[in-house]
């Protein structure tokens, strides 16, 4: 155990010297206080709070990078320290396996966290800061919904890019798997099931169908937590509309992404297990 | 204090594939404790497989392998590793960390206590640099932070896949100097090498492995012997003398003079004494006499010259 937190501190220590957790928290940043910004200026003096319409557009924006950050992070992770020969070195080591893969998720999985959670905070407070209304007013659920479910996020998508970099012998490669994945999760998947809507075949599709497809990629499935279980975020995102039998309870979706949080960190520990030296 | 007989290292007839690519074949091997072994051969010779075989990350095809008294595929090895260090032949320590933290990274998850780490970086005299990014170090230095790394928590076994490649003259006796320390301490050690006159007088013992074969083991009187590699004797004195000492040996000896003033003979090592003894008799004037017994490097090439066949058994 002891071990295990030595590894998540140098993987803590090694993304700070390399600027990422600066690189990661200045993305995050930058990108919550524009969204904080236009995204209050038209509200005006609706019912709905500037924070609801805030988390509204970080969820639409957060869904394409912080699955982008997150692979960029974990993709060299084992293939990285296998091309330094700091892996073999490692394995020579009284450490299991099991600990040096989760010791790496764990450390990065940290870093992505404290990049979200200054992000958003800063936005956040911003709102706060430019809004008239009382600190206790704003809905600290919606944003503590957004933080938990983008945390969930990333570590869904470093858990991929970790198990990609157990199984792929060069790093190049699995950089270009890491955008390949990237593509197909956040932007080909819908574009897809977009077209597949849109085309005849549609008729012969049952809502159903439709339904758990898109709720089966977690992206999809974070998108939906954060716009369409609750009032007013479903309002704002246009989800309002949905009938009651083309919703998915907020459980459902928090099940699927602990599910695809599951699956890679099982993967990468099986693989990493097995990888050769 | 009894001293265990148990080898710390013993191999036994161990093969590796690698597919259709046969890395070791029937390769058997000791080591006692204290002892240093070289393990020498060409790039591709399968050192490196061997080495990650006796570190059991990766098992061996046919064959046994017991490190420090453990089967080495076996999950009691883990216990094991504690006291084995391991200097890879090629790495690249994360340059943005400093040669300290770098250490205490490793010593911690070696369980050895940090006040080690301040120890190694005296006595590897990299006290000055200790504190700067491994970026700014030199090759030199950066081999000195290995082996500093392999040494913590001391060790009962070493192994130091080319330790000294690459490095200049003075950066490499202080590595042999620490080693030497090391070997009296009791730590036995194994080191792998394609270079050979590098490794000459600290190594009890050889084993040569050509195409996965081993084709020699033995110490270096040991592996000149079977070869009967030959010493030579270069006597430099005036013209008349060289003529002499010739016609006196060359009915019996291989003798050259490769130039007016030089003569050389090539004896077996055994015979060296008495033919120098007999020199002295003549009672000639020389003005330099020079015994070269056969380098490592000279044996080696003749063992890699062997016909492959030629391993024994």
Redesign the interface.
């Known amino acids: 155990m002891?071990?295990l937190l030595?590894?998540v501190a140098?993987e803590i220590?090694?993304s700070y010297?390399?600027r990422w957790v600066a690189t990661a928290i200045l993305i995050m940043t930058a990108l919550a206080l524009v969204l904080s910004f236009i995204g209050s200026a038209p509200v005006g003096s609706t019912s709905i709070s500037p924070l609801t319409v805030t988390v509204v557009s970080l969820s639409s924006l957060s869904v394409f990078f912080i699955p982008l950050i997150a692979l960029l992070l974990s993709y060299n992770s084992i293939v990285g320290e296998e091309e330094?020969?700091?892996l073999?070195?490692?394995?020579?080591?009284?450490?299991?396996r099991i600990w040096i893969a989760l010791g790496k998720f764990i450390g990065q999985l940290a870093v992505l966290s404290l990049a979200i959670l200054i992000g958003y905070g800063v936005a956040a407070l911003t709102v706060v800061w430019a809004g008239d209304l009382a600190f206790g007013q704003y809905d600290w659920g919606v944003f503590g919904k957004l933080i938990l479910s983008s945390v969930m996020l990333g570590a869904v998508f470093l858990g991929i890019g970790i198990f990609m970099s157990s199984v792929l012998k060069e790093s190049a490669t699995a950089a270009a798997w890491a955008i390949g994945i990237w593509l197909v999760f956040v932007v080909l998947f819908d574009l897809g099931l977009l077209g597949l809507l849109s085309s005849p075949a549609a008729n012969y599709l049952p809502d159903m169908v439709v339904k758990w497809v898109m709720i089966a990629n977690p992206a999809d499935a974070y998108r939906m937590f954060n716009l369409a279980t609750s009032e007013d975020t479903a309002l704002l995102s246009g989800m309002a509309g949905l009938r009651a039998d083309q919703t998915v309870t907020a459980e459902v979706m928090l099940s699927v992404l602990m599910a695809w949080i599951a699956l890679p960190v099982l993967a990468f520990c099986w693989s990493f297990q097995r990888r050769?030296? | 204090m009894k001293m265990s007989i148990k080898p710390v290292v013993s191999a036994l007839g161990v093969s590796k594939n690698f597919g259709q690519v046969k890395a070791l074949q029937d390769v058997s091997l000791t080591l006692g404790k204290g002892e240093c072994l070289a393990l020498v051969g060409h790039n591709g010779a399968g050192k490196s497989t061997l080495i990650k075989i006796l570190l059991g990350l990766i098992p061996p095809t046919r064959g046994m392998v017991h490190v420090m008294g453990a089967d080495v595929q076996k999950r009691g090895f883990k216990k094991c590793r504690q006291h084995i260090g391991f200097l890879p032949e090629q790495i690249l320590f994360q340059k943005n960390m400093t040669g300290r933290e770098l250490l205490l990274f490793y010593a911690k998850l070696k369980g050895a206590p940090g006040s080690q780490v301040n120890d190694l970086f005296r006595k590897f005299e990299l006290e000055a640099a200790a504190d700067y990014r491994i970026s700014t170090y030199s090759k030199g230095m950066r081999q000195k932070l290995g082996l500093a790394q392999a040494l913590l928590g001391e060790p009962e076994f070493l192994i130091l896949d080319e330790p000294t490649s690459g490095l200049d003259p003075m950066a490499r006796q202080k590595i042999y100097h620490i080693l030497g320390e090391e070997k009296q301490k009791g730590t036995s050690i194994l080191i792998s090498s394609h270079v050979l006159t590098e490794i000459d007088d600290r190594v009890d013992r050889a084993v040569i492995l050509n195409s996965g074969r081993v084709v020699g083991d033995g110490t270096l009187t040991g592996l000149t012997q079977q070869l009967a590699i030959q010493s030579r004797i270069v006597i430099e004195a005036t013209p008349a003398a060289c003529e002499r000492i010739k016609t006196v040996f060359a009915h019996e000896l291989d003798i050259q003079q490769t130039t007016q003033r030089h003569v050389v003979i090539h004896c077996e090592q055994a015979r060296k004494v008495p033919i120098l003894n007999s020199i002295y008799a003549l009672g000639i004037q020389f003005s330099d006499i020079r015994i070269i017994d056969p380098t490592l490097e000279e044996i080696f090439g003749a063992y890699m010259h062997m016909d492959r066949g030629g391993a024994n058994g």
């Open positions: 002891a071990n030595t590894l140098k220590r090694d010297r390399n330094r020969g700091t073999m070195l490692l394995l020579t080591y009284p450490v299991s050769k030296v």
